[in-house]
């Protein structure tokens, strides 16, 4: 297991920029297909891809746990979902993946790659993984567990209580807090006292890192050092990406009703892709030209998948009962 | 066969399966060394160590998120809310969570688990040691709900809970826990299965569902009432959800047809009456 950028080879990282782009390039397709009256519900991960996926790129899919929120579409691609199967959620076709088109779309969940299937309540996830991380300390194989949430889920009682008991446990858990400073209209001086949510850790005696979540080599230095502090047996971690929220809350929200739009032009300008971008290309594992291609081939993904989950059939209204029971 | 009171099934129950399966573990607040505030979970860290008898900080919501966890991981969590009146703050957990995870995943995941909570008054617990919420709970699609009333009825009922793919909330009538003993079958000759109302053995065209261990006393009010065997059926409704009565396929009573005892269940919307051939006598 890596536990510094060492071992992230240019290939990994491409990968993981490649992922980034389709994320965005998903996104955006998605909201012009609500726009269009296509897709009922959109939540957008722009201004968190760089952050999600660096994330995921430290851990293991397949070995590891994701309880993800509904904000994690790039954590989702990274953890293995395909374009065609998230496009299969956003239009709540009956081989959606994640739950056959009964939940909005961002509840993302597969028992094969170990992405624990989320809902739309806000911070249940953080005491689930608390137990996830029980059970696979018990185990021992040195599987974790990681858990994402926004700064907004940090003022639920259940955030209290899956850190307070993964901390008593030292139970193998990731807390990873995206914070873009909004939950919906709310900003974070009406959520959060203080400097952030990092400084929470201290209450629980485990650490609690801030880093930039634009920065993909911080990201994922700070997740994989958590990481081997969790497989090692010494207990959860707190982190906190300071991130940005370049769309609004959700298709049904309008940020510029209740943002300066001076700030949001600011943010806009601070887009963390083009910093990727250049930072592969500072380091000699990207060209321009090599952008523009990746960038062609994500677009003709995002085409296929749309078209395959526009053309996939709807789930069975026959099908609404089932599975409210083992025997049903 | 050794006679038991009502808690002494419940702790039977719990070192049976414990024994049986290794998954199966108990959490909750004092279970541990203390054995739990009415001593169903008695000597049990002893036996099984604190890893699968667990104390948890004093909060329900990760009782119930953390046994979701695990369940989840493929162990098979036993978790005690310290009195059902004090189940509320894990509701979220246990409605929007526990019991939505087969349905909202399209039966990728499931949820094998028990959450077992004291309920019900009769022991100057007052307001907040003596609610009965079964009503809220028996509303919830994805969760089973059993009302045990005797000892043969708790350990039967719990051990077959604990082996349910489905989680299923288990409410203990406090007032019961040291009433009638009785002699209690051990392992497999113990289990029972969910689904199977416990009904007396009068033929009738309504049944009165009943709980906390009230049909007995029904049953000699309606007999003493109508002077010979009634028109009325009380039944102990052990099994809420799912019930062996909605099966039946003798047709649905009407609400006001039904009379609820002992339990504030509305039982009536989705209650049938009940063939003979699907109950258990008392």
């Known amino acids: 297991m890596p536990t510094d950028d060492r071992s992230l080879t240019p290939e990994r990282v491409l990968d993981a920029y490649r992922t980034v782009l389709r994320a965005r390039a998903l996104d955006d397709r998605r909201f012009v297909l609500n726009r269009a009256g296509k897709l009922a519900f959109i939540i957008s991960p ?38 065609e199967e998230l496009m299969l959620s956003a239009f709540a076709r ?32 953080i005491p689930k993984a608390a137990g996830i991380g029980l059970a696979l300390k018990w185990r021992g194989e040195g599987g974790l567990c990681f858990v994402s949430f926004g700064e907004g889920a940090t003022s639920q009682g259940d955030f209290h209580e899956g850190m307070n008991f993964a901390a008593i446990h030292r139970c193998p858990v990731i807390f990873f807090c995206e914070n873009n400073h909004w939950a ?10 203080g400097p952030g949510v990092a400084e929470r ?78 930072a592969l290309i500072d380091r000699g594992w990207l060209t321009p030209e090599g952008d523009r291609r990746v960038g062609e081939e994500v677009s003709r993904e995002v085409e296929r998948a749309t078209e395959a989950a526009e053309a996939a059939p709807d789930p069975d209204p026959a099908s609404l009962a089932r599975h409210v029971y083992a025997d049903g | 066969m050794a006679e038991r009171n009502l808690v002494q099934a419940i702790r039977e129950a719990l070192l049976e399966e414990m024994e049986r399966d290794p998954r199966v573990c108990v959490l909750g607040e004092d279970v541990g060394r203390k054995g739990g505030v009415f001593k169903a979970t008695e000597g049990l860290q002893q036996r099984f160590g604190e890893d699968r008898v667990l104390d948890t900080p004093l909060a329900e919501s990760s009782i ?30 246990i409605v929007n969570e526990i019991a939505r995870v087969r349905y909202r995943s399209n039966g990728d995941f499931s949820c094998p688990l028990v959450i077992r909570a004291p309920t019900g008054g009769g022991v100057r617990g007052a307001l907040y040691h003596s609610q009965s919420p079964e009503a809220f709970y028996c509303h919830v699609p994805g969760l089973k709900v059993v009302l045990p009333s005797t000892p043969a009825d708790a350990k039967g009922l719990l051990k077959a809970a604990i082996r349910d793919p489905d989680p299923v909330i288990f409410l203990e009538p406090k007032k019961l826990y040291r ?20 009904g007396s053995t009068w033929r009738s065209s309504i049944c009165a569902p009943c709980g906390h261990g009230t049909s ?48 504030p269940v509305p039982m009536c919307r989705r209650c049938h009456s009940a063939p003979a051939s699907n109950t258990r006598s008392c």
């Open chain 2, 64 to 93: 119930a998120g953390v046994a979701q966890g695990l369940a989840l991981e493929d162990y098979r969590p036993v978790a005690e809310m310290q009195f059902a009146d004090y189940s509320y703050p894990a509701f979220n957990q």
């Open chain 2, 216 to 263: 007995r006393p029904a049953c000699d009010r309606w007999k003493r009432r109508a002077g010979s065997p009634s028109s009325t059926r009380p039944i102990e409704q052990a099994d809420l959800v799912p019930r062996s009565l909605l099966s039946s396929p003798s047709g649905v009573l009407r609400a006001s047809m039904l009379r609820s005892r002992g339990s």
């Open chain 1, 94 to 125: 009956a081989s959606d993946p994640s739950s056959g088109g009964r939940q909005t779309p961002g509840n993302f969940g597969s028992r094969r790659r170990g992405v624990i299937i989320g809902s739309s309540t806000v911070g249940p996830q």
């Open chain 1, 184 to 193: 919906i209209s709310v900003p974070q001086r009406l959520q959060v006292a």
């Open chain 1, 201 to 278: 850790a201290g209450a629980y005696g485990i650490p609690g890192v801030r880093v930039s979540g634009d920065d993909f080599f911080e990201v994922y230095r700070v997740v994989a050092q958590a990481a081997s502090r969790a497989r090692a047996g010494e207990g959860p971690t707190l982190i906190e990406a300071d991130v940005l929220r370049l769309q609004s809350h959700s298709t049904d929200d309008d940020q510029r009703a209740y943002r300066d739009a001076d700030e949001l032009a600011a943010e806009a300008a601070r887009d963390p892709i083009p910093r990727m971008r250049d």
């Open chain 2, 179 to 198: 009433g009638a003993r009785q002699e209690l079958p051990e392992g497999e000759a113990a289990l029972l299965p969910l689904g199977v109302a416990i």
């Open chain 1, 46 to 83: 722009r201004g968190h891809e760089v952050a999600q996926v660096a994330a995921i790129t430290a851990l293991e899919p397949g070995r590891d746990r994701f309880c993800l929120y509904y904000r994690n579409f790039a954590a989702a691609l990274a953890c293995g979902f395909t374009p």
